[in-house]
């Protein structure tokens, strides 16, 4: 249980990639840690892009991103909506000023985009938002998983055991 004591905020969105936002969580669980899913409304029903559904514990505004030591955030279409809301966009740039772990597959890349965090970093995502990415100022690679500090980032499901076992792997440095 490497991971005991580890506070994971896992954000969902409607629209969410199933197996972004489960795969994960799941395996961060079995390692001991505890994953809370934080979503705009607490004990809300998500509903993701093919109909598993994922329950908010806590509100945005419930949490405080001081209180954890990592975050996920999953792919799908969910990262467009994620983006919009100011609370979300402060934890990342929290967790970026602490250098605490940061995930992200697959389109989830567009909600570093939008908290600013990307100049200067080596990244990967869905080859469809590579311009996005390079854009805000971070390298592209087409890789199965990157890790360039404490930020990781992967492309796409087929990834999630590399992608899960790097982010368990930083955080577990923390």
């Known amino acids: 249980m490497r991971l005991k004591d580890k506070k994971v905020i896992a954000l969902v969105e ?7 936002l489960w795969y994960p969580v799941l395996r961060l669980r079995e390692e001991g840690a505890q ?11 998500y509903i993701g892009k093919y109909g598993v559904p994922a329950e908010s514990a806590y509100a945005f505004t419930d949490i405080n991103a001081a209180d ?17 809301y100011p609370e979300v966009l402060s934890f990342v740039r929290e967790m970026d000023a602490a250098k605490k772990p940061i995930g992200q597959i697959c389109h989830a890349g567009w909600v570093l985009i939008s908290a600013d965090i990307l100049q200067g970093k080596k990244v990967t995502s ?3 938002i590579k311009d996005d990415m390079t854009n805000a100022g971070s390298t592209w690679s087409d890789e199965a998983v990157v890790v360039d500090g404490h930020i990781i980032s992967s492309r796409r499901p087929p990834d999630l055991p590399p992608y899960v076992k790097a982010f368990a792997d930083v955080l577990a440095e923390q």
């Open 126 to 128: 869905t080859p469809g």
């Open 68 to 84: 954890y030591d990592a975050i996920l955030v999953p792919g799908g279409w969910a990262p467009d909506k994620l983006r919009r």
């Open 14 to 20: 409607h629209d969410f990639e199933d197996l972004e």
């Open 35 to 45: 994953v809370d899913l934080v979503g705009k409304e607490a004990n809300y029903k």
